[in-house]
């Protein structure tokens, strides 16, 4: 079983599944920990968001840029 941890959870959550919401800004470690075995990740939300506002986005500037802001829309 994975077991998954964020180090400041006011910026940061993560479910039993390893699925991360973003709480507020700032900068925290994410870790997920199978046996022995150990990964780290430094996760930085830029800036809060409004409770049921939807995000905006500036203008996708290539094909990669419309993948990302689709899949972030959802």
């Keep these: 079983r994975v077991l998954f941890r964020a180090?400041?959870?006011a910026v940061a959550t993560?479910?039993?599944?390893?699925?991360?919401?973003?709480?507020?800004?700032g900068v925290t470690a994410v870790q997920a920990k199978f046996m022995d075995q150990l990964a780290v990740?430094?996760?930085t939300v830029?800036?809060?968001?409004a409770q049921g506002a939807p995000p905006r986005y500036s203008r996708p500037a290539n094909r990669v840029d419309e993948l990302v802001y689709r899949r972030l829309r959802e």
């Design 7 to 9: 180090d400041d959870a």
């Design 14 to 25: 993560i479910g039993p599944e390893g699925l991360m919401t973003a709480m507020g800004p």
């Design 41 to 43: 990740a430094q996760v």
């Design 46 to 49: 830029p800036f809060p968001r």
